[in-house]
């Protein structure tokens, strides 16, 4: 049953530390997302790769924020330092880029909170 | 006007009756749209994807799209308890961009 993992799940951490989500991709996957949901902007894109490239980061603060993928089976998200408002769930979701079908299936996601 | 957007309910429905959520979108050029079923705590799911105008059947679910009115909705026939989440419409905004815009979700209410 192919799925994408996402690590930690849980992720509890003080202003001004450095925080890193991990994502595994579903294997033959080529294009990985990551999206933030928070209940007042709901659901919103961060960055986005294609084999491995990233794409668009627009929605991602530059100053605080980086994301990478090393190789094909794993991408990162990263935040230094990490203030309060970035609490949010981190989802990560992959596909494979069939054009216009382009489905993405989203992992467990990881719930950070900083205090 | 926000690029996806979504009643955001609750819609209420009693068990067996047919459920029915809409989302309307804003750029023209929009082709890929999506339905994600997300349980409270849990990641968003795919249950629906369509690309053409008309309807795309699959099981309980009917997705339909109509692109001359940039509207998409969800029939969710003989809804039980457990359809009670909340769903979300989504939307590859601008054309070739594969990043999907989400509207803020509908949530459902199957009554027992």
């Known amino acids: 049953d192919a799925r994408v993992t996402q690590t930690p799940r849980h992720k509890v951490t003080e202003m001004g530390q450095e925080v890193t989500m991990r994502c595994q991709p579903i294997?033959?996957?080529?294009?990985v997302f990551w999206y933030r949901q928070t209940m007042m902007q709901g659901l919103e894109l961060l960055a986005y790769f294609r084999n491995r490239a990233p794409l668009d980061d627009s929605g991602m603060p530059k100053d605080r924020f980086s994301a990478e993928m090393p190789d094909a089976t794993l991408a990162t998200l990263k935040i230094q330092p990490s203030e309060p408002r970035d609490s949010a769930v981190y989802f990560c979701?992959?596909?494979?880029?069939?054009?216009?079908?382009?489905?993405?299936?989203f992992g467990p996601g990881t719930r950070l909170t900083v205090l | 006007q926000k690029e996806v957007e979504q009643n955001s309910g609750p819609l209420s429905v009693p068990e067996g009756a047919i459920a029915s959520l809409n989302c309307t979108y804003s750029d023209r050029v929009s082709q890929s749209f999506f339905w994600y079923r997300q349980y409270s705590g849990k990641s968003p799911e795919l249950i629906m994807s369509?690309?053409?105008?008309g309807d795309k059947e699959d099981g309980r679910f009917t997705a339909q799209l109509n692109k001359a009115s940039q509207y998409v909705s969800l029939l969710i026939r003989d809804s039980q308890p457990s359809d009670s989440a909340t769903y979300l419409c989504?939307?590859?905004?601008?054309?070739?961009?594969?990043?999907?815009?989400f509207g803020s979700g509908t949530r459902l209410q199957v009554q027992p």
């Open positions: 369509i690309y053409s105008n």
């Open positions: 979701a992959s596909g494979k880029d069939r054009g216009l079908y382009n489905e993405q299936f």
């Open positions: 989504a939307v590859n905004v601008g054309a070739g961009r594969r990043a999907l815009t």
């Open positions: 294997l033959g996957h080529n294009t």
